[in-house]
């Protein structure tokens, strides 16, 4: 079964540094998202990337979030300059169309110190 | 703005015993609903989905679940539970918009008894 791939599975990084999340979605499919979850919290969206662009985006996702898709198969989460409340796991999730359900990658757990 | 709700923050069921987790939801039109499992470290797996038609919808693991619209809700049961059901479950609603983001409930912790 196709998977979503999630690369590192952790990150420790201090505050201040760049972090780049990196995941592959699923070969066909056209949505992309990425959603955290803070330990102990609900999974929250950030952001949607449609088209080679965002097409929807949450609060969380200021001026410090990025994302890209350089090269036609990976899909990057790039946070500038981490804050220690930016520890999370990160999820990335791609779906085929407009009626097909989410599938998730298994996760990066970022930790600021 | 839509918004999902679990009532239950944690479940103890025993193993064997059957399990419901409840979901209520709040959007103007009829949503698309889903239910994930979240094992301890693990990514969202998803279980079932309900987009229309049948309102009794059928899932992995052997898990299945009710659309409700009069009572706007997305119960999830299992007849007779196994140890390794222990996990987070999120209900999930969509909203069919720019984006299509999925907006979560809080989660439902199970602890499976012996």
């Known amino acids: 079964e196709p998977e979503v791939t999630q690369t590192p599975s952790h990150q420790v990084t201090q505050m201040g540094q760049e972090v780049i999340l990196r995941c592959v979605p699923i070969?066909?499919?056209?949505?992309f998202y990425w959603y955290r979850q803070i330990l102990g919290q609900k999974v929250e969206f950030l952001v949607s990337?449609?088209?080679?662009?965002?097409?929807?985006k949450s609060e969380i996702f200021d001026d410090q979030f990025s994302v890209e898709r350089p090269d036609g198969s990976n899909f990057t989460l790039k946070i500038r300059s981490t804050k220690l409340e930016d520890s999370a796991m990160y999820f990335c999730?791609?779906?085929?169309?407009?009626?097909?359900?989410?599938?998730f990658g298994s996760g990066t757990r970022l930790t600021v110190v | 703005a839509q918004s999902v709700t679990q009532p239950d923050i944690h479940i103890t069921v025993s193993e064997g015993a059957s399990l419901e987790l409840r979901c209520n939801y709040s959007?103007?039109?009829?949503?698309?609903l889903f239910w994930y499992v979240q094992s301890p470290g693990q990514g969202l797996q998803l279980l079932l989905k309900?987009?229309?038609?049948?309102?009794l919808v059928q899932g992995i693991k052997g898990f299945e679940a009710e659309f409700k619209r009069s009572q706007s809700s997305f119960n999830l049961r299992k007849p007779s539970v196994h140890w390794s059901d222990a996990a987070e479950y999120f209900c999930?609603?969509?909203?069919?918009?720019?984006?299509?983001?999925?907006?979560f409930g809080g989660g439902t912790r199970v602890l499976v008894k012996p």
């Open positions: 070969s066909n499919h056209l949505y």
């Open positions: 990337f449609y088209n080679n662009e965002i097409s929807e």
């Open positions: 959007y103007g039109a009829t949503p698309y």
């Open positions: 999930a609603t969509l909203r069919q918009a720019a984006g299509n983001k999925l907006t």
């Open positions: 999730a791609s779906k085929g169309g407009q009626g097909d359900g989410y599938t």
């Open positions: 309900y987009f229309s038609g049948d309102t």
